[in-house]
Structures are given as C-alpha cells and as structure tokens.
C-alpha cells in the first residue's frame, strides 16, 4: 500500500498541485490571510503548514526569536510576528522570498527576510525557536519548485542542516520539525543521529488515506 501512495503522490498529486498553483491564490489560516504566487509551496493543500501554526499558537512566543527555514509564502513566520516574535523567515527560492515580501507588507509585520541555503547566509546566532517543514522526500530538485518537496538523493538537505544546527541552537532552544508517514523518518532520523540529535515525537495526525503527519521537537541527545 506504502509503495502506491507514494507512486500517486510522485505521479499525479504532485503535477495536479503545480496545475493548481500555476494561477496566483488567497488563503487564510487563524485570521490571516496570505497571497500564495504561482510555484510557492501553498499552506492549505497539505496539513504540514496548519500542524506548526497550531502547535505555535498555544507556545509562549511573546519576546522570543524564531527562525524559520524555508517559509515559502510566510504564514508561519507572519502569524509569530504577531504574536510578539523576532522572526528570522529564510528560502532558498527566490520565488518564495518574493513571496514573503509581499505578504509581510500586505500584513504590516516586521520580519526578517534571508534568501538562504539553509544557515549559509545566515549569522551565527542563538535562536529561542527554530521552525522547519522541510522537503522529505530523496530526489535531487530539478526547479525552484521542488526545492519545497526534494531533499536530494542522499537527503543531503538533512545532512547539510543537521551539520550545522547546533550552532544556532542555546541550551533551551526549541527546534521543531514535521515530517510525514511517507518521507523516510527513520532514515531522516538515523542522519541526525549521527549530528548528534534525538527526535522526540510531540504529535501525531491522521490526514489522508493512509498519510499521517508527525511533529518532532530535535533535541541534542545524551551522551
């Protein structure tokens, strides 16, 4: 069954959101309203997006840094602005921070706004939050689009971002990641094991057939 669904998704439910995504679309999530451009990775389609703004809103965010990777069109990033976070939102796509400066001057926030891959082009600092919904699934990106799904044949994304992670991490950071039934957890797993990092599973949620959706706070592991 496994096998299936991830040959629909790769074959059908993957080229049925680009033909959706082709045209400019609104969507709105806890009373905020963003612009989705076409080849941005689009919040409402798929419940990752919706998993981390939910765990957030009930997190004591007021004061706090926050970094997000990968934000696409921002929503994460714009709804912790609101609720009194220093946002650092970065992407690799230019298409996505295009994106995102729209939608934070539609909404009047201020966030900080880094075209990077992963923290290449970020300065070396302490974040109290980091946020990613990352791309899961092993194969290498042909586009700016599949920047959002792809994560390389070898999951060098997960390799790259677990290298460098801890330097932007101080004793009590809380660093949150959602993966999905169908992206290899234990693989994804076994990389930041080798980092040096523990995933602890927070939640879980049925989506779709036989889909779920995990959110994991990454934690240094013990020694």
């Given amino acids: 069954m496994r096998k299936y669904l991830k040959l629909f998704f790769s074959k059908f439910l993957i ?5 959706y995504l082709r045209k400019e679309r609104k969507y709105t999530y806890h009373g905020t309203t963003v612009t989705v451009l076409p080849g941005v990775f689009h919040p409402g389609l798929f419940y990752s997006t919706k998993f981390l703004v939910d765990y957030l809103d009930n997190q004591p965010l007021m004061g706090k840094s926050l970094l997000e990777l990968g934000c696409g069109t ?21 298409k996505a921070i295009e994106n995102i400066k729209l939608n934070v001057r539609q909404q ?16 070396r600092k302490k974040f109290d939050w980091i946020v990613i919904n990352p791309p899961y699934y092993a194969r290498t990106p042909e586009s700016e689009e599949e920047l959002a799904w792809y994560a390389g044949e070898d999951f060098e994304y997960f390799h790259r971002l677990f290298s460098s992670l801890r330097d932007y991490m101080h004793d009590t950071t809380q660093v949150i990641m959602v993966l999905t039934k169908g992206s290899e957890i234990s693989r994804i797993s076994t990389i930041g094991a080798e980092n040096g990092f523990e995933f ?9 057939f036989d889909e779920k959706d995990f959110l994991y706070r990454i934690k240094p592991g013990s020694a």
């Fill in 15 to 19: 080229p049925l959101v680009r033909w």
């Fill in 74 to 94: 921002g929503l994460i990033s714009i709804i912790a602005a609101k609720a009194g976070s220093e946002v650092t939102a970065t992407d690799l796509s230019s």
């Fill in 108 to 123: 009047g926030v201020s966030i900080h706004i880094i075209q990077s891959n992963l923290f290449e082009s970020i300065e």
């Fill in 200 to 208: 602890e599973l927070l939640k879980e949620k049925d989506v779709f």
